[in-house]
């Protein structure tokens, strides 16, 4: 099975609750006309992509109906296709790895598949012709040096770690000397699941970008956060409040497979102008690729 025909079905859940909804709007309406798109706008809110931006594309759309003169329920869904990848494509989709070597730095809370978010862009990387070290600088949770280390392995990657309870920041310095000794091309940091309002583990990731910019300040830096999709409008609250302390480069959005809130997906980038880096629609390793916004909409449209 082909990336796309498990997009397609790891969005099923997604694409059914959707449009199930929509096109039962359809069938409910005669003809295109204000009642129809609040009924519209629902749906969308309903489908989690969220008010704010629910209302921007139903707006947007009015507009397009009106100036197009759309009349057909096909003419309708094209346009609102036509819109909703027009708000997705922001910024720079493809990693910025241009240095050698690059740096990866992860992010986000606890139980969103961080660890292993890690080690499936580690596998992707590796099949890429990448070398690739991975820092274990997530010290503080039981285990998590031995779950990144288990997908380190399984990825093909170099694991650097130290004990539990070390200082993060030492962990990522030693990542660094490991990473020019072996001439690798990237490195890739994990870092305690940590909520916003934890200070002292906000001030420890500030430690960890300080220990990067001293280091390596010419490298490429990517600041991914990974996030839930199952937590619908939470992840999107969670990335407003990380975008106060951390400069958010991309996102990678875990368990599409498992939601029907996929909609999310417009309503965070939308909403935080931050793209879309991987997306993951399954548990293997391959089941985490690179974000294409057509490819998404097709699945769910």
């Known amino acids: 099975m082909g990336f796309f025909e498990k997009l397609k079905s790891g969005l099923n859940k997604t694409k059914e609750s959707w449009n199930d909804k929509m096109n039962q709007v359809f069938s409910n309406f005669r003809k295109v006309d204000e009642a129809m798109l609040e009924e519209l706008e629902e749906v969308l809110i309903m489908s989690d992509i969220g008010v704010e931006t629910s209302e921007k594309v139903i707006a947007q759309l009015r507009s397009k109906i009106k100036l197009e003169k759309l009349e057909s329920e096909e003419d309708v869904?094209?346009?609102?296709?036509?819109?909703?990848?027009?708000?997705?494509?922001?910024?720079?989709?493809?990693?910025?790895?241009?240095?050698?070597?690059?740096?990866i730095l992860m992010v986000g809370v606890n139980g969103v598949g961080k660890t292993t978010s890690i080690g499936k862009i580690a596998h992707h990387l590796v099949q890429n012709g990448k070398k690739v070290v991975v820092a274990a600088a997530d010290t503080f949770r039981a285990a998590a040096v031995e779950q990144l280390e288990e997908w380190a392995?399984?990825?093909?990657?170099?694991?650097?770690?130290?004990?539990?309870?070390?200082?993060?920041?030492?962990?990522?310095?030693?990542a660094i000397s490991k990473t020019r000794e072996i001439g690798a091309d990237v490195l890739i940091c994990?870092?305690?699941?940590?909520?916003?309002?934890?200070?002292?583990?906000?001030?420890?990731?500030?430690?960890?970008?300080?220990?990067?910019e001293k280091e390596m300040p010419e490298a490429s830096k990517e600041i991914l956060m990974v996030l839930d999709a199952e937590t619908g409008q939470n992840a999107i609250a969670q990335v407003k409040?990380?975008?106060?302390?951390?400069?958010?480069?991309?996102?990678?959005?875990?368990?599409?497979d498992g939601t029907s809130k996929g909609g999310v997906v417009i309503g965070i980038v939308?909403?935080?102008?931050?793209?879309?880096?991987?997306?993951?629609?399954?548990?293997?390793?391959?089941?985490m690729q690179k974000f294409d916004v057509t490819e998404f909409l097709d699945a769910m449209l």
């Open 77 to 103: 869904k094209s346009a609102l296709k036509a819109i909703m990848k027009e708000i997705m494509e922001v910024g720079e989709p493809e990693l910025c790895l241009e240095t050698m070597p690059s740096i």
């Open 153 to 174: 392995n399984r990825s093909g990657s170099v694991l650097v770690k130290k004990a539990e309870g070390s200082d993060p920041a030492s962990v990522v310095y030693e």
């Open 190 to 212: 994990d870092t305690a699941g940590r909520l916003h309002n934890k200070k002292y583990l906000m001030d420890e990731l500030a430690k960890i970008k300080k220990v990067i």
């Open 241 to 256: 409040a990380f975008k106060e302390t951390t400069d958010l480069t991309g996102i990678v959005l875990t368990k599409l």
């Open 270 to 287: 939308a909403e935080n102008q931050i793209p879309i880096k991987f997306i993951g629609v399954g548990e293997q390793m391959e089941d």
